[in-house]
């Protein structure tokens, strides 16, 4: 039984992981589209997952967030991009950000589907679940307002022009509130994120019909 979970858990994770690497080549693909080929001259459009390993994003955030928030959050190495090379710099940074959030939830969608067709099934169903899961997970997340998440750079297009480039120079900072939050509310045991982004993401769950998970 313990051979079979842990399986289970090897496939989730995989699964997992190509999902965040489909986030951040979603990034550059759209980046390209818009005119900077900045990642692709870089390698990043490949689904090869050792040009995406992020010693913070992938290894440590992933092992913070499970001893804080009971769940894991993480990401790749975030890609290259050259917003200077798009027609109109805050349009241009908002729909490469808004892509990574956007593809987890067509995977999420994509796996429901597959739940839905494998029900009468144990094991596929339950796989997908945690996959929609996840990948909901990383799509709000992604989605917070705070710098550099990719939320910061979808608000800041409907930013006034110097408002938007004051934001943006808060990546740094926006980051180390986002770590010191999680510290904070996992010491607290008052999980401030967890309650931010867990209903919308039961609420995604239930319309797609594959349940809740808290």
Known sequence: MSFIKN???LIIILII?????????SHALVSYWQGD???KMM????LNPFKHIDIFGTIILPLLT?????IIL???KPVPLNPYNYKNIKVGTGLSALAGPVTN?????????IFHLTQGQQIIPYICQMVVFFNLLLAFFNLIPIPPLDGSKVLGMLLP?????KFMAQEHIGMITIIFILLVSGLLGFNIIGRLIIPPINFTMQLLGVGGIF
């Open 43 to 46: 390698g990043r459009l490949s």
């Open 105 to 113: 939830i067509l995977i999420a969608i994509v796996f429901a589907l």
């Open 17 to 25: 992981f190509y999902s965040i690497i489909l986030h951040e080549i």
């Open 74 to 76: 993480g990401y790749a």
């Open 37 to 39: 080929d900045t990642a």
């Open 66 to 70: 499970y001893f804080t928030m009971g």
């Open 7 to 9: 399986t289970l858990t």
């Open 161 to 165: 022009d110097a408002a938007f480039y």
